[in-house]
């Protein structure tokens, strides 16, 4: 029954991929009654159809440089579109400072202790993650650690497939909940410590037991760069971002493949792809 399950998800999964491929396309392209507006209507979908995994990456491009361009323009200068920037990824993102990296200051990555130092004011979560820095600090990247981890590696993941699409297969939605699942065990974990103040994700004293204390007192406590919370962060992260393109990339690519409109001389567009649809 169990298996029927997971089987039924795929199938629904990609029954939505094709139909959100078919309304894309028809959302850009208008039939008209005339041949050279239908003709131009086609070509537009057939270039969508051939076009979309680079659209992809080039939106997940801009959206880590735009991350990267918002301490750029605060250390230029450019306070207002900086503070811009962080407000429109902060829609996406905590940003917290201690669990940030930070460009254009003295050090990468500063531990709570030390943003509670420079930023004394700043008491509650809410508080800490309006800072953005200063010339001493330096100034922090609009996406936290994780997310940090997470939009690169869809960007050099959906690379990657741009290269390998022939043979790489959609992973299964066992496979998705089993790289997604290290992710939300870390961040539910972070979010029961702090609901609950007992700060177990902050010492980890249940590592130190398990791990019998074999590495050094800062690996352990807090999020400092190096530390085993920022590479739970980073990895789960990363494994998360793999998850989305192995798993939604191949079903979009035979969705595109499978909506693409003939020709005026009756062809079919190349999507470059292999027919992935779960069985």
């Known amino acids: 029954m169990a298996d029927y399950g997971i089987d039924d998800l795929e199938n629904t999964r990609y029954n939505f991929s094709k139909w959100m491929v078919g309304a ?12 050279e507006w239908m003709d131009q209507s086609r070509s537009l979908s057939n270039w969508i159809n051939r076009h979309w995994l680079a659209m992809f990456n080039s939106l997940v491009g801009l959206f880590v440089l735009g991350a990267l361009v918002a301490p750029a323009a605060m250390k230029a200068g450019y306070t207002g579109p900086a503070k811009a920037l962080y407000t ?3 829609f996406t993102c905590h940003q917290l400072p201690q669990r940030s990296y930070f460009l254009f200051g003295r050090s ?3 531990p709570a202790n030390q943003i509670s130092e420079g930023w004394p004011e700043a008491g509650s979560l809410l508080e800490q993650r309006s800072i953005v820095g200063d010339p001493d600090f330096g100034y922090k990247v609009a996406i936290a650690n994780r997310c940090s ?13 741009s290269l390998r699409r022939r043979r790489v297969k959609a992973l299964s939605m066992k496979g998705f909940i089993a790289l997604s699942f290290p992710m939300g065990l870390d961040g539910g974990s972070h979010l029961i410590s702090e609901i609950t103040r007992t700060g177990f994700r902050d010492a980890n004293v249940w590592l130190q037991v398990l791990t019998r204390n074999a590495f050094a007192p800062d690996f352990y406590v807090g999020d400092a760069l190096g530390s085993v919370n920022w590479l739970f962060r980073t990895l789960s992260g990363a494994l998360f971002g793999i998850a989305i393109v192995w798993f939604a990339y191949p079903i979009l690519a035979q969705a595109f493949t499978e909506t693409s409109l003939p020709s005026a001389s009756g062809e079919v567009s190349d999507g470059s792809s292999l027919p992935m649809k779960p069985g």
């Open 24 to 35: 894309l396309r028809s959302a850009c392209s208008t039939r008209w009654p005339q041949k």
């Open 149 to 161: 981890a997470i939009y690169p590696t869809i960007l050099f993941a959906g690379f990657i497939f």
């Open 88 to 90: 429109i990824y902060g």
């Open 108 to 110: 990468l990555m500063y």
